[in-house]
């Protein structure tokens, strides 16, 4: 079995195992692995496609780090709102799972911040992102509701100091669709962390900005494309229909 940490590992498995079962009704070749059971030879595990069935119960809108600060660093921010918004309601419409992150800072947070950890040493010494401050918060107009995961976190990635991979995993969630700031920060560590936990991943083009508009281009066409589907609010609206249209899910209106 692998491990991250001595007290991470064995919840990392359970966590896998969870939602391998759920991807499929039949026993997933990776958990033969699991289980210390030799792989047939010349066995390779399928990559997600295109034509993939996405079922919205079992998918999850993760949407990074919309805070004010964060959102005073990039262009169009109020029309981002608004798409990542739209991308919410459709989530909901269609029910499927709604989650959001937070970066901010507790006081011992910026003590324990290692002088090795060159970005946040410069965030403690500033003092910014303070838990309990207006640019911490998210921003007052993303459409939140009590029933929503919300999780704060102290470093760029979603999952390295959270519980996040234990909540979405208890809702049955096996796809987890991308929005939010930074494409080259918090965005690029999330989709690093959930591949390695081997969630189906979607970036959602137009929810999600970047400070600087050329280096969002091309991780959007070089980078990302390895590990996740890079689609626009409308076309992964049209998939989650299609899968409602077959008969498997019932959709509130």
């Not at 004010?68 to 918004?85: D, G, I, Q, Y």
């Not at 901010?104 to 003092?127: G, H, I, Q, V, W």
């Not at 459409?143 to 959270?162: N, Q, Y």
Request: glycine share 6%; net charge positive.
């Amino acid at each position: 079995m692998w491990m991250r940490g001595a007290t991470k590992g064995l919840d990392m498995s359970s966590s896998l195992v969870q939602r391998y079962l759920l991807q499929s009704k039949s026993f997933h070749p990776r958990l033969t692995w699991l289980r210390g059971e030799p792989q047939r030879s010349g066995h390779r595990m399928q990559a997600a496609t295109e034509s993939d069935d996405l079922d919205p119960s079992q998918c999850a809108l993760l949407v990074l780090d919309c805070q004010p600060e964060a959102l005073r660093s990039v262009e169009n921010s109020r029309a981002l709102m608004f798409r990542t918004n739209s991308a919410i309601e459709m989530m909901r419409r269609l029910c499927g799972h709604v989650a959001f992150t937070r970066l901010a800072f507790e006081d011992c947070d910026y003590r324990f911040t290692p002088s090795t950890n060159k970005e946040f040493t410069a965030l403690a010494a500033e003092r910014r992102l303070r838990n309990g401050t207006s640019g911490a918060e998210l921003h007052p107009g993303l459409a939140v509701t009590p029933s929503d995961i919300v999780v704060r976190k102290t470093r760029l990635g979603a999952f390295s100091t959270t519980n996040l991979d234990e909540m979405l995993t208890n809702l049955g969630v096996t796809t987890l669709i991308l929005a939010g700031i930074h494409a080259s920060g918090a965005v690029l560590s999330t989709v690093r962390e959930a591949a390695d936990r081997d969630y189906r991943l979607i970036v959602l083009a137009d929810c999600i900005s970047d400070t600087d508009m050329a280096t969002k281009q091309m991780l959007m066409e070089q980078v990302f494309p390895r590990q996740a589907r890079v689609l626009t609010s409308s076309r992964l609206e049209r998939a989650l229909t299609s899968h409602i249209s077959a008969g498997h899910v019932t959709a509130v209106i």
